[in-house]
């Protein structure tokens, strides 16, 4: 006796087929899973299911479709496979099995046999879906194992270009795995945790102009001081008012106290409107869904500040208290 057709790939190969969150072009999945194999397998089975049907129903099949329905049923099982189409393959393994122990078999069997299996692969091919990305927002999308850079890279591996500006991605590497969620949210879809994720970026950003600018939080009348990481958004916005007033009174000269001055302005403008258009709405149960205009906006508002920031701030550099002419030049 002849074993049935067992699986080319293992279990393990078909979970990593179908488990792999990459962007996938509809080239690769027809020529991964072999679409013209499905079609040739349905093609042949139908035919086959037509040819027993016009036999004599209660007649044994001849040897003539015996061989074509062995080849019918080899053409299924590649195709069925390497999909995981566990249902589907056990039973086609059945009436391979059959065929082989040369067991007798009615046209009718062999009829409703073939139209019964193309109707089970048709269901299992149903539970299997893959998700379309539009066409502008793919660049939003990177592969998982993308999310932050891994060093040292695979040769032959071209990285990405980043999300954000490389500046920024270089000056907050804490913000890499935030950014890389936005994207995907956003190329999914998924405009509210998309939003989330961007203020997640921007509170890496906030943490680190509050560091710049010596920010500290006080509680409790004073008493208690509160670090960053803890620290409400409003709490660190107002302080960041008062340190920014304190630049006129640097003695220094007028045209670096006016660029100090339009640096800090820029930030502490979109950092308020970050917490009051954002931020106050997502981190709360609210009910509201976010067009995908508007998750584009706040995309396009939390890169150019980020990138601003990274001008001359980074998580592990920042400006002197009092600016110096050093601190006018880009790091």
């Given at each position: ?9 293992s279990d ?8 792999s969150q990459r962007?996938?072009?509809l080239?690769?999945?027809?020529n ?15 035919q ?9 129903a ?9 061989i074509?329905?062995?080849?019918a049923?080899?053409?299924a099982l ?10 589907s ?6 009436f ?9 078999l ?14 089970l ?12 990305l ?15 850079e891994?060093?040292?890279v695979?040769k ?6 980043p999300?954000?500006s ?10 890499g795995m935030?950014?890389?969620e936005a994207?995907?949210c ?5 405009n ?9 970026v921007?509170?890496?950003?906030v943490r ?7 920010v500290t ?18 709490e660190?916005?107002g302080e960041l008012e008062k340190?920014?007033?304190l630049?006129?009174n ?7 106290r006016?660029?100090a001055n ?5 930030l502490?403008f ?23 205009d508007t998750a ?5 508002h939390?890169y150019?500040f980020?990138?601003?920031l990274?001008e ?7 400006t ?7 601190d006018?030049?880009?790091?």
């Open positions: 006796m002849k074993a049935p057709v067992r699986d080319f790939q393990s190969d078909i979970a990593v087929l179908w488990g962007l996938w072009s080239w690769e999945i027809m991964r899973l072999n679409a013209a194999n499905i079609g040739r397998a349905f093609a042949q089975m139908l086959l299911s037509e040819r027993a049907a016009n036999e004599p209660d007649d044994l099949i001849d040897e003539e479709l015996r074509f329905a062995a080849d049923v080899q053409s590649h195709a069925v496979v390497p999909l995981g189409l566990v249902e393959r056990d039973a086609i393994n059945r391979h099995l059959s065929l082989e122990d040369g067991v007798s009615q046209n009718k069997v062999v009829h409703l046999e073939m139209a019964s299996l193309a109707k692969i048709q269901s299992e091919l149903g539970k299997l879906h893959a998700f379309a539009e066409r502008e927002k793919e660049k939003y999308f990177r592969d998982e194992s993308w999310g932050v891994i060093f040292p695979p032959g591996v071209v990285l990405p270009q999300l954000f490389a500046a920024a991605q270089a000056a907050f590497p804490s913000a935030d950014i890389v994207g995907r956003i190329a999914l879809g998924r509210n945790a998309a939003i989330y994720h961007l203020m997640q921007a509170e890496v950003g680190a102009l509050a560091w710049d600018r010596r939080v006080l509680r409790h009348k004073g008493k208690t001081v509160v670090p960053l990481d803890y620290a409400q958004w409003g660190i916005i340190k920014k007033a630049i006129n640097w003695k220094r000269g007028k045209a670096l006016e660029q339009q640096y800090y302005s820029t502490i979109e950092v308020s409107s970050f917490n009051e258009i954002y931020r106050k709405h997502i981190s709360h149960a609210r009910g509201k869904l976010y067009a995908d584009i906006s706040c995309w396009g939390v150019r980020m990138d601003k990274a001359r701030i980074a998580e592990t550099k920042r002197h208290n009092v600016w110096t002419k050093f006018l030049s880009a790091f």
